[in-house]
């Protein structure tokens, strides 16, 4: 006796959450039914093996055809062919573009193309996350990627309307975005100490402050493009060090107001012209596309390591960093006061934001 | 027949051969299939010929027991006869008895066949039930000379249609409820099936008066509540079959029998003690592949055995469960090239009325044998295990009665009855053994060959369903009513093939029987999260679409209800049926304008506000209809016609339904475009949504759809294919309804699914019927609302409120 077809189809589409994870997560049909009778819902359900290899395959057709509407979201809203609440839609949404931490710090930057899409194979043994499911998120990525790049309009209301996804996922999936179109470096070794949420935190603050949306709500690309006049501007700031009065003047307004409050003082007076220098021509560099790539890069190596290597605790940093950005309005020589504060901004917000073990 | 007649508890049956029965009336349901060029048409007509082409076996079990119908077509006559029927019942029945019957049989006698297709009648119609009553027929369907014309089909309906009427008018009944025709064909033999419950009806209800007159009547007559239906109709003294008889345990003043088999649903005002549960007998037999006449004679033959075990496994399940009734009984034969298949399907309940049946012993062939006797005893344990088990799983718990009035539950060894198995070859030794002294309230299985040991061990294969569950296959759970509005409706379809190697009776048994609890088990397991629920309206179809393959189709809907307020007694129930006994009556009032079309001619459909109006007006018919609808018939058919006419009308404003609650929306910060427009359109097999008032119907959705695909792998084989198929099935009834601005369809039933695959040539093709009553409902909750705040709005929208389902 063998099974030929057995299906099981309700008038309400039957979900079972713990079914979708295991489909989500990429499992085939027999390791599903393998992972549940581990889980023990044999033992509390008095079922055998065969109903349950027959229910996972039941969810995993379902789920099959849900995929595509899945693919644009508000045709899951839309379809008749599947009668499902507006609960469960929404959490059917949620979890199909839920991604894993590992996976995304992985892609993170990297181009959405089919070059990268060929190293998922290394990425599915490095995180141990099924092949297929790294497919589904990278293809999450590329889809949301394509859909809201050219938009105009707010890149976080953006996916939120075309992807109908909770307010935290879609603020992620705008640092994504962002990231794929900037190219920004998250790979190399000194930033893996970084996680997605550091880097999804800087995103937010570059997008608020750096790209063209902050300037002008009107424009295609807003969000996902840094702002190029603003980056021409920031050569600007280079007088900074270059001016060596410059320097020492703001050197010194920064020592005199930290005297006593710092632990980290001395190290703060010595190192500051390094520290300054680094921060400074950060901006200056990031002209050139290469150098904005490698954005995260520096600001780790100029800021982050050398602040690290001398102890700072983080509260040293926090007022060194604001008395470093306020310090600047009391430079007379120095015209650039809203560019700086534009920059220094979201630079302080970032760096205080990496800085950590 | 190897059968011993004279065994007063045994099970018998008769068979007669009907040769020359020609009546033309309206045929109901008849497949085709196009004539062939027969070169000898005469031969095999309906004429007197071979008997073997017009066989009709005649098996009517009323109570486990069959009733004969004498061989001759005589008593097919229209007049009752008056041995058995009407004359007999002076007796023992009373003046008023028999009054009631012959003012019933000169209002039915009028009819050409008094058969009822509802399964479901107001309080107080169904007087008495004799039990089932069913007639099949083998026919060659290449042996019409006219396939165009419908003369030979009517023929052949109307001659089983003669056969289950003059059976219930043997069983002393002069109408028949709960009918229903069904056919199945291979090649180009067709079984017709016909059955029916036998029952005495009141006359009130089909003469002149009310249905409100008829209760009250009924009431100041004081017939026994709840105890009626289940009195024998037919004469004590001048039984058409060996039955065992009591007292009702209810009245004590009439004869009840100690096992009731019907096909209709549970009347409401029947005490019932615990709950039902859905009782299946499965069978299977291999029969050789022949050809037109040589092909009919073998399912002749093979029909009147499986007739007979069917209802032998479905006594045992029964007596296995602790229950001594049977309701919604549906018989399903279907015929394939090499073997036929037999699906009973029922839900059985206790009937206070109905005395405790007895439990079931098993006794061994050979006694000497010292292990066998052991394994014997250990069987026997394990059966009386079982049955203690359910009654407690069921509530069974019937108060005690004293000993002089019911005798002893548990027979002494040497008086018990038992139970006779159609095999042939085990009836020799069986009639040897006299078992059947005194009490006859135990079962006897024997054991007598490893059929019969199968056949015990299939008995306790049977796996309970699990706790907080519960299955029915009548319309809703004797003994629940508190149902929630939380609905289910699905369609589960598996298809088996069958290894065609050494193929037997028994592993054939065996398959179809795995096939059928897996199914059932699969269903209990998808649905857990429901619990508790209960599986209403459970429709197997069993077809057999090639020679190897089995298909089950089940329809069904998942009923949620509410255990806190499950433990209802008795007494409340019988209350609250009669109640919604009451509002089904009011439920007629839902077509105040069909009633009254002369005062309302420009609008098809009245506003919505009459109807919350009428229907929230306890005040029952009003005068004007009442005097309009002369009586319950007429109010039916009024309803069949407002039904049909709403169907064309389809001019009713399609409401805008938003039905998907903002706040329903987890983790949402509200998207514009988050807002359905797809509107929520539940489905059920059952006449009512429970919590919901049904406040208008739009007509019948009956919509046929045939689908092929030449890319089958590619769409995920054939499970993938139908799967998406019924998805889709679905999906068009909702928006079909959904456009005639309804929210709900009521009484679907999937009629057909006939599925077709051929996968080297990467096809299959699927044909699928399905039928139902598009309506508006309203939520109680929401209707109680509108209806006190703001009585005169106009409530449209609420009727497609914001239910979602899960």
């Known amino acids: ?357 | 027949m190897p059968l011993d007649s004279q065994q007063p508890n045994s099970h018998c049956y008769w068979l007669t051969t009907y040769s020359e029965l020609l009546c033309v009336c309206s045929h109901s349901h008849l497949y085709w299939i196009p004539f062939n060029e027969d070169p000898n048409p005469n031969t095999h007509s309906s004429g007197p010929s071979t008997p073997l082409k017009n066989q009709t076996y005649s098996f009517s079990p009323s109570k486990s027991y069959s009733r004969q119908s004498s061989s001759s077509d005589t008593d097919l006559s229209l007049t009752p006869k008056t041995g058995m029927g009407s004359g007999s019942a002076g007796k023992e029945g009373g003046p008023f008895k028999a009054l009631l019957r012959q003012q019933t049989q000169s209002a039915l006698e009028q009819r050409e066949f008094p058969f009822f297709t509802l399964t479901a009648f107001p309080p107080g119609f169904l007087v008495h039930v004799g039990g089932v009553v069913s007639a099949r027929s083998v026919k060659l369907l290449d042996r019409i000379h006219n396939p165009d014309e419908p003369e030979t089909r009517d023929a052949w309906w109307a001659e089983i249609r003669q056969e289950i009427k003059s059976h219930a008018k043997a069983l002393g009944c002069h109408a028949v409820v709960g009918y229903s025709e069904s056919t199945s064909i291979c090649e180009e033999v067709c079984i017709l099936s016909a059955s029916g419950t036998a029952a005495v009806l009141n006359p009130r209800f089909l003469q002149d008066g009310t249905v409100e007159g008829c209760l009250e009547q009924r009431l100041e007559e004081n017939l026994p509540v709840g105890c009626g239906f289940c009195h024998i109709p037919y004469d004590e003294l001048n039984m058409p079959f060996p039955a065992h008889l009591t007292y009702c345990y209810n009245c004590r003043k009439q004869k009840v029998p100690d096992v009731l088999f019907t096909t209709v649903d549970l009347p409401t005002d029947a005490t019932v003690i615990g709950k039902g549960c859905l009782i299946q007998a499965r069978l299977c037999r291999l029969k050789k592949k022949a050809q037109a006449e040589a092909n009919a004679t073998a399912i002749s033959n093979l029909l009147p055995f499986m007739e007979y075990e069917v209802h032998t496994q479905l006594m045992n399940k029964l007596k296995l469960k602790g229950m001594n009734a049977l309701f919604g009984l549906r018989i399903q034969i279907t015929v394939g090239e090499n073997m036929l298949m037999g699906l009973a399907s029922a839900t059985g309940v206790y009937l206070a009325a109905l005395p405790t049946p007895g439990g079931i012993q098993i006794a061994g062939k050979t006694p000497n044998d010292g292990s066998y006797e052991q394994h014997i005893s250990h069987m026997q344990k394990k059966i009386n295990d079982t049955i203690a088990k359910n009654k407690e799983l069921y509530e069974i718990n019937p108060p005690e009665i004293s000993e002089e009035i019911i005798g002893s539950p548990i027979p002494e060894p040497r008086q018990r009855s038992r139970l006779l198995r159609s095999q042939s070859e085990s009836s020799d030794e069986v009639t040897e053994l006299d078992l059947s002294h005194g009490k006859k309230d135990a079962f006897v299985l024997e054991i007598d060959d490893t059929d019969a040991m199968e056949d015990v061990h299939s008995l306790l294969t049977d796996v309970p369903p699990p706790s907080g569950f519960y299955s029915c296959n009548t319309e809703i759970m004797p003994g629940i009513n508190n149902w929630t509005s939380e609905i289910q409706m699905f369609t589960s379809v598996r298809v088996i093939r069958l290894s065609s190697l050494n193929l037997t009776n028994q592993a054939l048994n065996k398959n179809f029987n795995d096939l059928c609890e897996n199914l059932l088990k699969s269903l209990y397991f998808k649905l857990r999260s429901m619990i508790p629920c209960c599986l209403c309206h459970v429709n197997f179809t069993v077809s057999l679409p090639e020679d190897e393959l089995i298909q089950v189709t089940v329809t069904a809907v998942a009923i949620t209800f509410d255990k806190n307020q499950a433990l209802q007694t008795t007494k409340t129930h019988v209350e609250k049926s009669l109640q919604r006994a009451s509002t089904d009556n009011e439920e007629l009032l839902q077509f105040p304008l069909e009633l009254c079309s002369d005062s309302l001619p420009s609008h098809p459909f009245p506003p919505a506000k009459e109807h919350l109006e009428s229907a929230s007006s306890n005040s029952g018919i009003p005068a004007a209809q009442r005097d309009r609808c002369s009586s319950w018939i007429e109010l039916i058919k009024l309803k069949a016609q407002t039904i049909r006419r709403g169907s064309i009308k389809t001019t009713v404003t399609v409401e805008k339904a938003s039905p998907m609650g903002e706040g329903n929306f987890r983790n949402r910060s509200a998207p514009p475009c988050a807002n359905s427009t797809v509107g929520v359109v539940k489905m059920t097999p059952l006449s009512f949504i429970p919590g919901a008032k049904i406040t208008k119907y739009l007509g019948i959705i009956n919509m046929f759809f045939i689908r092929e695909t030449t890319s089958l792998r590619e769409e995920g084989g054939v499970s993938g294919f139908l799967h998406a198929f019924i998805a889709e099935v679905f999906a068009m009834v909702r928006a079909h309804v959904a456009a005639l601005g309804g929210n709900a369809v009521v009484s679907y039933i999937m009629k057909q699914c006939v599925f077709m695959e051929n996968p080297n040539k990467n096809q299959a093709q699927c044909l699928i019927n399905v039928s139902g009553d598009a309506v508006v409902f309203v939520r109680e909750s929401e209707l109680e609302v509108v209806s006190t705040q703001q009585p005169t709005a106009n409530c449209q929208p609420s009727c497609t409120g914001g239910e979602v389902t899960t």
């Open chain 1, 1 to 357: 006796m063998t099974s030929e077809l057995d299906i099981f189809v309700g008038n309400t589409t039957l979900i079972d959450e713990d079914v979708y994870r295991l489909w989500l997560d990429g499992y085939s049909v027999s390791d599903a039914v393998s992972l549940r009778v581990r889980s023990g819902i044999l033992e509390q359900t008095g079922a055998t093996a065969a109903v349950l290899q027959s229910d996972t395959m039941d969810h995993y057709r379902t789920f099959h055809m849900l995929e595509r509407l899945l693919h644009a979201p508000p045709k899951l809203l839309h379809q008749l062919i599947f009668q499902i609440p507006p609960s469960r839609q929404a959490l059917l949404i949620e979890r199909y573009y839920a991604f894993d931490e590992a996976f995304v710090r992985e892609v993170l930057g990297k181009k959405l193309s089919k070059g990268t899409k060929k190293d998922l194979d290394d990425i599915s043994t490095k995180t141990g996350i099924t092949l297929k499911s790294c497919r589904r998120q990278f293809d999450n990525f590329k889809r949301v990627f394509k859909v809201v790049e050219e938009m105009r309009g707010s890149l976080v209301d953006n996916i939120q309307q075309h992807f109908l996804l909770s307010d935290r996922l879609a603020r992620d999936y705008a640092a994504i975005v962002f990231f794929a179109n900037n190219r920004f470096e998250t790979g190399k070794k000194k930033l893996q100490y970084l996680s997605f949420g550091d880097f999804a935190f800087c995103a937010e603050l570059m997008i608020q402050n750096w790209t063209l949306g902050a300037v002008d709500s009107q424009v295609a690309d807003m969000d996902v493009d840094l702002d190029k006049e603003f980056l021409q501007d920031l050569k600007e700031l280079k007088m900074l060090v270059a001016d060596k009065d410059l320097l020492d003047l703001h050197k010194s307004l920064v020592c005199t107001a930290l005297r006593g409050k710092l632990g980290v003082f001395s190290e703060m007076e010595a190192n500051f012209k390094n520290l300054s220098r680094g921060l400074v021509n950060v901006a200056a560099k990031l002209t050139h596309n290469k150098d904005v790539r490698d954005l995260f890069v520096d600001l780790v190596e100029k800021f982050v390591e050398p602040c690290r290597s001398d102890h700072w605790p983080l509260n040293d940093v926090r007022l060194f960093l604001n008395q470093y950005s306020a310090s600047v309005h009391s430079l007379d020589g120095f015209r650039h006061q809203a560019l700086w504060d534009r920059y220094m901004g979201t630079l302080r917000g970032c760096l205080l934001r990496l800085y950590h073990d």
